[in-house]
């Protein structure tokens, strides 16, 4: 199979073509179906070594999975022209799409009548709409709960069914949506959500988790796919969670031992849950492993002594610890802040990344200044 870096880039020529036949042609048209086929073809190889394809516009060139397409000529200025009348910067194809859903996603974003129809929702494509300065943070969105993801994806962990494959779009969904929403927005700490009831503590807490694992993750200079994937792991790192009776999770009171272990049980479940499920990005599985595994090995579960965890499961521990430290729980009131830098300064080196703390308390301090 040809894995060149270059492979990618050739799926721009198909794309163009495909959206210049919608443009000419019904969805049933043979020739529509003939560019539309390519291209399908064309991701169908893609996806045989990747889960998703990123399509994007940056400075008026074209990326593909955030490397810059080359040897592609004019096809890039055409596909950058397109994009920006579209109103989009980012299409994200996901493993799974088929040719119904990419003819429709392509009428709908590109044809003639593009702008007056209302786009269906993809189960298998995410687009990034440019945002333009004056609207960069929503006036509707006070925390981020308030996106209609979150709740989907909030649902979606309620109904959690063991027997039922994992519905994964919605963590997709939610993930693209943290990073469309808080793209250009410079203090996405302040949208982080308040826990009203121990009921939904695990759901909240998760989404914040998320919240700042991306604010730190962009910080240190991570974007596009590794952000998404990182997103997705936060949003997934407490899976483990759903499997703990109700009644130990939420309980109004001291654990006892074996409660505590059953507890502690949630990063094990959660890998097993995950692996059992397909198209779950790796780095998800290992933060829901090492979520509680500190940065000098000890923690849980017990580790081999030259194991040192994921930079990814050390972002999630700091936003981890964060989230949890901020808020009410049944056996100690929320920290001050002052109080929570101290015990993050305190773990640095010894239960958490100190190159990470400190960008992460820089990042607090700026953000409170705002
Ligand atoms: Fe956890
Ligand atoms: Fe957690």
């Known amino acids: 199979m040809n ?8 799926i721009l020529p198909d794309l ?6 919608t443009r000419l042609y019904s969805n049933n048209h043979p020739q529509a179906k003939l560019f539309i ?30 490397k810059p397409a080359v ?9 950058v022209r397109l994009m920006n009348e579209a109103g989009i910067d980012q299409i994200v194809f996901l493993r799974g799409l088929g040719q119904e859903e990419l003819s429709v996603f ?19 494509i995410m687009v990034g709409k440019i945002t333009k300065d004056e609207e960069t943070e929503d006036e509707n969105v006070d925390s981020v709960m308030d996106l209609d993801s979150s709740q ?31 793209k250009y927005s410079v203090s996405p700490l302040k949208y982080l959500a308040e826990v009203k009831s121990e009921d939904e503590y695990t759901y909240v807490h998760t989404i914040n988790v998320a919240l700042l694992s991306m604010s730190l993750a962009k910080r240190m200079g991570i974007g596009g796919a590794e952000l998404l994937d990182i997103i997705y792991a936060a949003l997934m790192h407490d899976v483990g969670k759903m499997l703990v009776p109700k009644e130990i999770l939420n309980k109004n009171g001291p654990l006892t031992p074996s409660e505590f272990e059953t507890i502690k049980a949630h ?32 923690g849980y579960p017990t580790i081999a002594q030259s194991w040192k965890p994921h930079f990814v499961s050390q972002i999630i521990s700091i936003a981890d610890i964060y989230d949890a430290l901020r808020s009410n729980r049944p056996y100690r ?3 001050e802040h002052d109080k929570i830098v101290a015990i993050l300064r305190h773990d640095a080196g010894t239960g958490l990344n100190p190159k990470l703390v400190e960008v992460f308390i820089d990042m607090l301090k700026e953000q409170s200044r705002e």
Request: glycine content about 8%; cysteine-free; aromatic content about 8%.
């Open 3 to 10: 894995t060149s870096p270059d492979r990618n880039n050739h």
């Open 16 to 21: 163009l073509g495909a959206i210049n036949s």
């Open 37 to 66: 086929g390519h291209l399908i073809d064309r991701l169908t190889d893609i996806f045989k070594t990747e889960e998703k394809l990123l399509i994007g516009v940056f400075n008026d060139s074209m990326l593909v999975n955030q």
């Open 71 to 79: 040897g592609v000529g004019k096809v890039s200025d055409s596909m």
């Open 106 to 124: 392509l009428k709908e974003t590109f044809g003639k009548n593009a702008n007056k129809v209302k786009p269906s929702d993809y189960a298998h």
């Open 152 to 182: 989907d994806f909030i649902m979606m962990l309620q109904n959690l069914d063991l027997k039922k494959p994992f519905n994964f779009n919605s963590v997709n969904s939610l993930s693209v949506d943290l990073v469309e929403t808080f």
């Open 267 to 298: 990063t094990l479940n959660g890998v097993m849950y995950l692996t059992n499920q397909k198209g779950i990005p790796r780095i998800a599985i290992l933060a829901s492993l090492e979520h509680h595994v500190k940065y000098n090995g000890g």
């Open 333 to 335: 009131a929320r920290l």
